[in-house]
């Protein structure tokens, strides 16, 4: 996951102490990942530029594998 997400967290107004906690951060992580691939699955079948599809874009945009 990359760091957007971290950002996104933080403008919800998770803060940066609430973040270093390992524990809260890998589960605030997961959740992010399943909400990713989840919408990523809903738009997998449009092709974008380059035989990926717009699913794929999703999950690199958020550096899901």
Do not use: P
């Not at 803060?15 to 992010?32: F, G, H, P």
């Not at 449009?46 to 035989?51: T, V």
């Amino acid at each position: 996951m990359n760091e957007r997400v971290k950002e996104l967290a933080q403008q919800v107004g998770i803060s940066y102490d609430y973040l270093n906690n390992t524990k809260q951060w890998v589960l605030i992580e997961a959740l992010a990942e399943l909400i990713v691939r989840e919408c990523a699955d809903k738009v997998d079948w449009i092709l974008a530029e380059g035989g990926k599809t717009q699913g794929d874009l999703i999950k690199k945009h958020f550096g899901v594998e």
